[in-house]
């Protein structure tokens, strides 16, 4: 069983940066590829990005290309994401995810979400 919970969300105006947390539970946390997924009002739950076991490899959804990163410490149990450059259109309730299988879309836990809002 592996806990998550987020933090960092707010309210940011466009451009500006925020950084969110992810911290896990257990001593398992190594074991898992980690990800972020975000869902928009009156939208469906969306990949982000993604980060393999030992942070070596990476992968971002188009639309953050260049713009987010993630990052993790398998010492803290934790995975970052970095958002730069934030856009309107990235307000979302952020979600991390923990996930056995790297680069597929089946996720074995999740967090509570943090809210992110970006003014225009």
């Known amino acids: 069983q592996v806990q998550l919970v987020e933090s960092g969300g707010g309210l940011v105006q466009a451009g500006g940066s925020l950084r969110l947390s992810c911290a896990a539970s257990?001593?398992?946390?190594?074991?898992?590829?980690m990800a972020w997924l975000r869902q928009a009002p009156g939208k469906e739950r969306e990949f982000v990005t993604a980060?393999?076991?030992?942070?070596?490899?990476?992968y971002y959804t188009d639309s953050v290309k260049g713009r987010f990163t993630i990052s993790r410490d398998n010492a803290k149990n934790t995975v970052y994401l970095q958002m730069n450059s934030l856009k309107p259109e990235d307000t979302a309730v952020y979600y991390c995810?923990?996930?056995?299988?790297?680069?597929?879309?089946?996720?074995?836990?999740w967090g509570q979400g943090t809210q992110v809002t970006v003014s225009s």
């Open positions: 257990g001593r398992t946390f190594s074991r898992y590829a």
């Open positions: 980060i393999s076991r030992s942070g070596s490899s990476t």
């Open positions: 995810a923990a996930q056995v299988l790297y680069g597929t879309n089946k996720y074995d836990y």
